[in-house]
T-cell receptor, first 113, second 111 residues
Framework: EAEVAQSPRYKITEKSQAVAFWCDPI?????LYWYRQILGQGPELLVQ????????DSQLPKDRFSAERLKGVDSTLKIQPAELGDSAMYLC???????????FGPGTRLTVT | KQEVTQIPAALSVPEGENLVLNCSFT??????LQWFRQDPGKGLTSLLL?????REQTSGRLNASLDKSSGRSTLYIAASQPGDSATYLC??????????FGAGTRLFVKA
């Protein structure tokens, strides 16, 4: 069964360092999402791609976060510099289109020290 | 602005009990609603997707209903099992195709 892949699964970094997360969606899925989930809360959408284009990044802290999906397939989310408050689970999801069922990857647990 | 609320925040039931989880949303102009399960430290597993034109969806022991006019969805779990213990999240796809999640209901099924 096709799955969304994410790496790394865990990341510990010091504040002010740069960190990057990678996501490979299910083959053929045009829409890719990055979410941030703080412990005890629901996921919050950071950025949504349709193919290689950003369709929603209204909640992305653009002073330190960036995301790209250059060829419309896999995607990278970067944080530079990392802050203590960035400690969270970063989840990637994909769907056939923006209105179809979303499938999630296992997530990357980020700890900033 | 769309807000999604899940009540209760936590629920503990004995094995075998039927239970209902609630999800409410403030703006009825939604495209669809999706229920997920999340085990501790893991990603989300999709359970059911209900389109705005549908009233309910069923999968095995799970049944999800949608009442757009009242801004409510329920997830019914029949004959609960210890393996059902997890956090259950609902997510609304707004008319503008933005996804808004509730905070989830933590379910514990006692053997």
């Amino acid at each position: 069964e096709a799955e969304v892949a994410q790496s790394p699964r865990y990341k510990i970094t010091e504040k002010s360092q740069a960190v990057a997360f990678w996501c490979d969606p299910i083959s053929g899925h045009a829409t890719l999402y990055w979410y941030r989930q703080i412990l005890g809360q629901g996921p919050e959408l950071l950025v949504q791609f349709q193919d290689e284009s950003v369709v929603d990044d209204s909640q992305l802290p653009k002073d330190r976060f960036s995301a790209e999906r250059l060829k419309g397939v896999d995607s990278t989310l970067k944080i530079q510099p990392a802050e203590l408050g960035d400690s969270a689970m970063y989840l990637c999801a994909s769907s056939l289109t923006g209105t179809h069922e979303q499938y999630f990857g296992p997530g990357t647990r980020l700890t900033v020290t | 602005k769309q807000e999604v609320t899940q009540i209760p925040a936590a629920l503990s039931v004995p094995e075998g009990e039927n239970l209902v989880l609630n999800c409410s949303f403030t703006d009825s102009a939604i495209y669809n609603l999706q229920w997920f399960r999340q085990d501790p430290g893991k990603g989300l597993t999709s359970l059911l997707l209900i389109q705005s034109s549908q009233r309910e969806q069923t999968s095995g022991r799970l049944n999800a209903s949608l009442d757009k006019s009242s801004g409510r969805s329920t997830l019914y779990i029949a004959a609960s099992q210890p393996g059902d213990s997890a956090t259950y999240l609902c997510a609304v796809k707004t008319g503008g195709f933005k996804t808004i999640f509730g905070a989830g209901t933590r379910l514990f099924v006692k053997a």
